[in-house]
């Protein structure tokens, strides 16, 4: 945990931008029936039955102190989908930066194997050395400022039915598109101070 909230206090420095990344999933439900448009003093109308056409899987990406995030749409939740996300984003968004400071939780699938699985060992190589890694502690996955991220696109564009990953694809660009153009951030306050406090029982006694 103190790991986490040192990461947290550096500087914006462009060489070694600070990302959260999580991942999610949603399940595609499609309509069975055209909902009611609304009316005057009436929410829109939906039928209770859906049909169900899978799961699709959201890497997410939040870069708080530039307030920047990207979203991508999987059907899978791989070892392989990882690595590819990962890759992109470091030849393609982060290509000019020396390393990339990586906060993710300690999913089995979030290791350097899953780079060597999915590429050849001198290109997993070239990744993982421009990766500079922390790991949230187990229970601990509220300190991944992504996972808040990950909460605000769910109220905001999620809570609905969608039936296809076409359409969830749409739906989540418009909405990330709206927050990068405002470079909406986070301003992360807990503090290892405040930790060692609030949160004392967590701590050995001798």
């Not at 990344?21 to 448009?37: F, G, H, N, V």
């Not at 859906?50 to 899987?57: C, L, W």
């Not at 000019?96 to 001198?122: C, I, K, W």
Request: charged share 25%; with cysteine.
């Amino acid at each position: 945990m103190e790991d986490i909230l040192e990461v947290y206090t550096r500087p914006f420095d462009p060489h070694r931008p600070l990302v959260c990344m999580d991942e999610s999933s949603k399940q595609l439900l499609a309509e069975t029936r055209t909902p009611l448009a609304p009316e005057p003093g009436q929410l829109q109308r939906y039928d209770y039955e859906y049909s169900r056409n899978g799961v699709a899987t959201l890497f997410v990406a939040f870069e708080p102190l530039a307030g920047w995030r990207h979203v991508e749409v999987t059907q899978q939740r791989t070892r392989q989908d990882w690595a590819r996300f990962v890759r992109d984003l470091l030849d393609v968004r982060y290509a000019q930066a020396e390393r990339v400071v990586l906060v993710m939780d300690n999913l089995n699938t979030h290791s350097g194997a899953s780079l060597y699985e999915t590429f050849p060992p001198e290109e997993a190589w070239r990744l993982l050395q421009r990766l500079e890694i922390h790991y949230t502690p187990k229970h601990g996955s509220w300190l991944n400022m992504a996972e808040g991220e990950l909460s605000v696109l769910q109220h905001q564009c999620l809570d609905r039915r969608m039936g296809t990953v076409e359409f969830l694809k749409q739906e989540i660009a418009a909405w990330q598109a709206e927050r990068n153009q405002k470079s909406i951030g986070a301003n992360w306050r807990f503090t290892t101070q405040e930790a060692r406090i609030k949160l004392r029982k967590l701590y050995p006694s001798f």
